[in-house]
């Protein structure tokens, strides 16, 4: 069974960084595409960054330049790191995995995004940012 624990949420103040873990277990397909996505209270959910099993990336617009995703695939553990935080970021960020064909290879980059529609999701964990 394939789970996925979010970790390293929290408050922090305007222009502050936090890093979130995402620690993946229950597989063992290297052909998967990972994300973070977030919804504020109210919002739809959105994608926040993709990573594709070649360690491609994508970011939403919002973002770039401020969060970087990465993953260790010894260790099964996605991360987020996000700098430089606005009070707009405020949310529950989820972490998400999918190992089918719909996001596999460049369609984890192309699409994975704009299509907040994977397999699998983790719990969530509450970020929050003050002004």
């Known amino acids: 069974q394939v789970m996925l624990v979010e970790s390293g949420g929290g408050s922090v103040q305007a222009g502050g960084s936090l890093r979130l873990s995402c620690a993946a277990s229950g597989y063992t397909s290297s052909r998967n595409c990972m994300g973070w996505f977030r919804q504020a209270p109210g919002k739809e959910r959105e994608g926040v960054a993709v990573?594709?099993?070649?360690?491609?990336?994508s970011y939403a617009d919002s973002v770039k330049g401020r969060f970087t995703i990465s993953q260790d695939n010894a260790k099964n553990i996605l991360y987020l790191q996000m700098n430089s935080l606005k009070p707009e970021d405020t949310a529950m960020y989820y972490c998400?995995?999918?190992?089918?064909?719909?996001?596999?290879?460049?369609?984890?980059?192309?699409?994975?995004?704009?299509?907040?529609?994977?397999?699998?999701w983790g719990q969530g964990t509450q970020v929050t940012v003050s002004s």
């Open positions: 998400a995995a999918d190992l089918g064909p719909r996001f596999r290879g460049h369609l984890c980059r192309l699409l994975g995004l704009a299509i907040p529609d994977f397999g699998y």
């Open positions: 990573i594709d099993s070649f360690g491609g990336t």
